[in-house]
């Protein structure tokens, strides 16, 4: 299984940005879907989760900023981000808990996408 993640850049404060990511290979099913950031120094931390579905889960600080949905039919998950501030700089990680015949369920990871937000 591999997560493929697009949609970072370089975005103004108060910007928006729209990050999706893919999953492929032979899964059986995907369970829960997250997006999470780990900023320079910084531990990473859970953005917004999206269960099978569609039950959503966002951290403090991105509510009624950030919005995430998915799509079952495309193995994909989004997260829109409005009113961006320089603090939201981060790679962002999508995070797939996947079924699949061969490894049964387990995590899947992204490769990140940057996001930068300038002042």
């Known amino acids: 299984v591999q997560l493929q993640a697009f949609g970072g850049g370089l975005v103004q404060a108060s910007g928006s940005l729209r990050l999706s990511c893919a999953a492929y290979g032979s899964i059986f099913s995907i369970n829960d879907m997250a997006w999470y950031r780990q900023a320079p120094g910084k531990q990473r931390e859970l953005v917004a989760a999206i269960t099978s579905d569609g039950r959503t889960n966002y951290a403090d600080f991105v509510k009624g900023r950030f919005t995430i949905s998915r799509d079952n039919t495309k193995k994909t998950v989004y997260l829109q981000m409005n009113r961006l501030n320089v603090e939201d700089t981060s790679v962002y990680y999508c995070?797939?808990?996947?079924?699949?015949?061969?490894?049964?369920?387990?995590?899947?990871w992204g490769q990140g996408t940057l996001v930068t937000v300038s002042s």
């Open positions: 995070k797939a808990n996947a079924d699949t015949v061969v490894a049964g369920t387990k995590d899947y």
